[in-house]
């Protein structure tokens, strides 16, 4: 999106609302965002906690119950998740992946088209360097949506999947 603050937007631009996720089944972060020309503004943000003493299926449905909820409240116009990594437990990869398809599922029940990106990916739109840790892209989430209050490092990240999605829709509408 080029420069993303102190830059107002062209007559005519429109604002486009982005939520990003990052699934996890013990907790699911989101945040909300606007575009409007190049200038990104936070809207809101939270985490989705599941009851780890829960059935897989109880937790998964609940993920989905409030994720709804989250959607419906900020009427956005697209969607934004992070691609599941490998972790060194295969359970965890599989619960990891049971929850995201939870999370892109209640996305498209609402309409959403879904772009979805790598964690490499993210950190390199957002910091400029795809080995970027944790504390360097939540750092920049800060600087880049300045004034908003983190609910946790989920929707730190979960705000940093959005901000990648509105420079790939940027590039998009300027490649068009």
């Given at each position: 999106?080029?420069?993303?603050?102190?830059?107002?937007?062209?007559?005519?631009?429109t604002?486009?609302?982005?939520?990003?996720?990052?699934p996890g089944l013990g907790c699911t972060g989101w945040g909300v965002i606007?575009?409007?020309?190049?200038?990104?503004?936070h809207v809101a943000n939270?985490?989705?906690?599941t009851d780890p003493k829960a059935a897989l299926p109880a937790r998964?449905?609940?993920?989905?119950e409030e994720l709804g909820r989250v959607i419906e409240a900020h009427a956005p116009a697209?969607?934004?998740?992070e691609e599941v990594f490998l972790n060194e437990n295969p359970q965890s990869t599989l619960k990891l992946g049971q929850a995201r398809g939870v999370v892109l599922l209640a996305a498209a029940r609402r309409g959403l088209a879904v772009g979805e990106y790598s964690p490499r990916l993210v950190k390199k739109a957002v910091v400029g360097v795809g080995g970027a840790d944790k504390t360097q892209v939540h750092a920049m989430v800060q600087r880049l949506l300045p004034g908003a209050k983190l609910a946790?490092?989920?929707a730190a990240d979960a705000?940093?999947?959005?901000?990648?999605?509105?420079?790939?829709?940027?590039?998009?509408?300027?490649?068009a």
């Open positions: 999106m080029g420069q993303l603050r102190g830059v107002g937007s062209r007559p005519g631009e604002r486009l609302i982005i939520i990003g996720l990052d606007a575009a409007e020309g190049n200038r990104l503004s939270g985490q989705i906690r998964l449905v609940r993920l989905e697209e969607a934004a998740c946790g490092a989920d705000l940093a999947v959005a901000i990648t999605h509105a420079h790939h829709l940027a590039t998009a509408k300027r490649v």
